[in-house]
């Protein structure tokens, strides 16, 4: 459970600098966003999907700091031993709330989201809003990385069911934020039932190869193991049968007990493949069930998939199922597939470049914009206070996401500048277009929360209408299409001003 204190010291650290100048209440934007997409090394993504953003509000709505969080604080000593934080400061930081003056705009979960362009705009007194950097960018931030890796397996999987059960193996504390996250991303079930249960979708699963393993120990065999499951489980019954010879013993077996059911009334729903050739053992599994008369029955396949072999299995039962005299279409229709550990690690990429940097500062009369100079121009933030706007080509498809200053009206034609590139740069008329969206949303209004947040078959959907309109370019598995995030013009210029002239 997130506190007041899940913050790293050097957001209390300046919190105390800016109250002690004064500066603690003085109005403030920070801009939450990532600059580049998950790389796996083999295998890139062009684009992510955004989640994590009901906890992390929930987290201002309803945190603040304890007298024990402020007791231990003032327990901390500076090199010198004397406390280094101040007693009026503590004082003050007790009496404050995370939801005092604070608004948050954002992209709303299960939304298509890209590189350099906000995601979650923080504005408010400066002390407050700075203090809420960490937990930001913990919370939305490793469930937008599952999010996005949830989608590209959902993608490979050309629609079929994908299900989550990576509880196991993911950090403390992150099952239940990755499963949610990956049902966001589109998976449509998860073993995970605390997850489940707050998500409101049916957790799912089979029986793992213990079961079997302790019906031979005591003497009844594979065959007794699965007959034992299917008494307690007559119309859920989905078999595991890779424990000895998949082909010699696993599905013989199964197809026994599945007679079995069928004769006192009950339609077995299929069996399960966690090693060997998938696809190659899905090709003959499905031959000997529908030989067997169980044609349709679901085959599960798992152990240690990911997008790319999600893709690989689903190109070779494409071109091996003819050979067994089934129709490929046919059978891919009757594959779930059960992803664990890639998806619950981001296995490839286990961290989001998610960062959260101040743009903009009101001298106590006008906003100013604020800017970080580095000799990496990717780290060199755009400043401002900024809109942020997707545009569709006459496709319907979208073509590019604008940042422009706040309330700048739209050139005609729109000239579209790369965020560091001086000569990339291209100009948009607007019979070129379909349409134009804003994309940031207030769902925290000076520390009343607006948004309401729904429920993740909402975003689930959200997620495939924003994909439906991207390039299929982009959604390559391989070396994506890169989608433009373009700065205005008058934006441009004044990031230029800046970067020149910082202070």
């Not at 920070?30 to 062009?46: L, V």
């Not at 709330?97 to 705009?105: A, L, P, V, Y």
């Not at 919370?139 to 590209?152: G, P, V």
């Not at 798992?302 to 129709?327: F, K, N, P």
Request: with cysteine; hydrophobic share 40%; charged share 25%.
């Amino acid at each position: 459970m997130l506190t007041a204190l899940t913050t790293d010291l050097y957001q209390l650290t300046m919190a105390q600098v800016y109250y002690r100048r004064g500066l603690h209440e003085r109005p403030a934007q920070f801009d939450h966003f990532f600059r580049s997409y998950p790389d796996y090394g083999s295998h890139q993504a062009g684009y992510c999907v955004a989640a994590g953003l009901e906890a992390f509000v929930g987290f201002v709505a309803d945190t603040a700091f304890t007298d024990d969080d402020i007791a231990y604080l003032s327990s901390l000593k500076g090199r010198s031993g004397s406390a280094l934080f101040a007693a009026d400061f503590l004082r003050w930081l007790r009496s404050m709330s995370f939801t005092d003056g604070i608004t948050i705009e954002a992209v709303l979960e299960g939304r298509v989201v890209h590189a350099n362009a906000p995601m979650t705009v923080v504005t408010g007194p400066l002390a407050t809003a700075q203090i809420l950097e960490t937990a930001l960018l913990n919370q939305i931030n490793y469930a937008t990385l599952i999010a996005t890796k949830a989608s590209r397996m959902v993608d490979s999987a050309r629609g079929r069911p994908v299900l989550e059960f990576g509880l196991r193996r993911g950090a403390t504390g992150a099952g239940d934020v990755g499963a949610r996250a990956a049902l966001i991303g589109g998976a449509e079930f998860t073993s995970n039932v605390s997850a489940a249960r707050d998500a409101e979708v049916e957790p799912k699963g089979t029986h793992a190869h213990s079961l079997v393993q302790a019906m031979m120990a005591l003497g009844e065999g594979e065959r007794g193991a699965f007959q034992a499951y299917a008494d307690v489980y007559p119309d859920d019954c989905v078999l595991l049968v890779d424990t000895i010879d998949t082909l010699e013993s696993g599905v013989p077996n199964a197809i026994e007990v599945f007679e079995d059911l069928r004769s006192k009334g009950h339609e077995p729903v299929g069996i399960r493949l966690d090693s060997g050739d998938l696809a190659y053992l899905a090709v003959r599994s499905a031959r000997m069930l529908d030989d067997a008369g169980f044609e349709g029955a679901s085959i599960v396949l798992s152990g240690g998939l990911d997008e790319m072999s999600i893709w690989q299995i689903l190109t070779q039962i494409d071109r091996e199922a003819a050979r067994y005299g089934l129709d490929p279409v046919a059978l891919v229709d009757r594959l779930t597939f059960g992803v664990g550990t890639s998806l619950i690690t981001s296995e490839g990429d286990p961290a989001l470049d998610g960062v959260y940097k101040l743009v903009a500062i009101s001298d106590g009369s006008a906003w100013q914009p604020a800017i970080k100079i580095s000799e990496n121009p990717m780290k060199v933030p755009n400043p401002g206070r900024k809109a942020l706007h997707r545009l569709y080509d006459n496709r319907g498809i979208a073509t590019a996401d604008v940042m422009s200053l706040e309330g700048e009206v739209a050139d005609d034609p729109m000239v579209l500048r790369h965020p560091i590139e001086a000569t990339l740069l291209r100009s948009v008329s607007p019979d070129s277009l379909s349409g134009r969206e804003v994309l940031l949303e207030v769902v925290v209004d000076e520390g009343d929360v607006r948004a309401e947040f729904p429920g993740v078959d909402e975003l689930r959907k959200r997620r495939e209408r924003d994909l439906d309109r991207l390039d299929e370019g982009v959604r390559r598995l391989v070396n994506p299409h890169i989608y433009h995030v373009s700065l205005s013009e008058r934006l441009w210029d004044l990031k230029q001003a800046l970067v020149a002239s910082p202070s």
